[in-house]
């Protein structure tokens, strides 16, 4: 695809976990012929390059090895501080490494609120959020992926879902379904 027939630069893909995020985002950085840059590389390299007295929600799950028996907002939290912590970094990477660069991207990620995309008045970067209003089926999504149940998970990630989509509609952010799978990238595509 031509640059003329992108009209922008960075698209920030966000959702909950097990919505389909990264089968989204691959195919939508092929048709494009852009990279795909996945914020959790970053959760991790922070994780390695800080301490839990430093960065303590992005050690978190390190720090509480049982958090799954914990109740699901404390999850939930977690997951928007952490989101909240990466803000000052992703919107470097996005400014000084991409726009300013004229370097386009697909950054796409747990972590990426809707705040976080609301901050951008370039109309060069835009935003969509996959939704799975069904927490049954991110049950099932995570057995397929990873072959075990993981009913806390998908109890987390529902409920982080269902902030996401509140925050989406509070910053004006467009929240698109997950399902039908076999059309959401071309959903997105017509959008975008």
Same mark, same amino acid.
């Given at each position: ?30 048709? =494009? ?6 914020? +959790? ?5 922070? +994780? ?10 992005? *050690? =978190?799950?390190?720090? *509480? ?15 928007? #501080? ?39 008045? +370039? ?10 209003? #069904? ?19 998908? +109890?987390?990630? =529902?409920? =982080? ?32």
């Amino acid at each position: 695809m031509s640059e003329s027939e992108r009209n922008w630069d960075v698209l920030l893909i966000g959702g909950a976990s097990g919505t389909g995020k990264t089968s989204v985002s691959l195919p939508l950085a092929r048709h =494009y012929g852009i990279d795909l840059v996945r914020v +959790d590389d970053f959760q991790v390299l922070l +994780d390695v390059m800080t301490t839990p007295e430093t960065h303590p929600a992005i *050690h =978190y799950w390190r720090t *509480h090895p049982n958090w799954w028996e914990e109740p699901v907002e404390n999850t939930v939290g977690q997951l928007i #501080d952490v989101g909240r912590m990466l803000i000052p970094g992703l919107t470097a990477v996005v400014k000084e490494g991409h726009l300013e660069d004229n370097v386009p991207m697909i950054l796409e990620g747990d972590f990426i609120l809707p705040e976080f995309a609301a901050s951008f008045e +370039d109309s060069r970067v835009k935003s969509v959020f996959i939704h799975e209003p #069904d927490r049954e089926q991110i049950l099932q999504n995570f057995l397929s992926r990873e072959g075990e149940l993981q009913q806390h998970r998908a +109890d987390v990630s =529902y409920a =982080y879902g269902s902030w996401l989509a509140e925050q989406c509609l509070k910053h004006s952010i467009l929240m698109v379904e997950a399902r039908p799978w076999d059309n959401v990238t071309e959903r997105i595509i017509k959008y975008l």
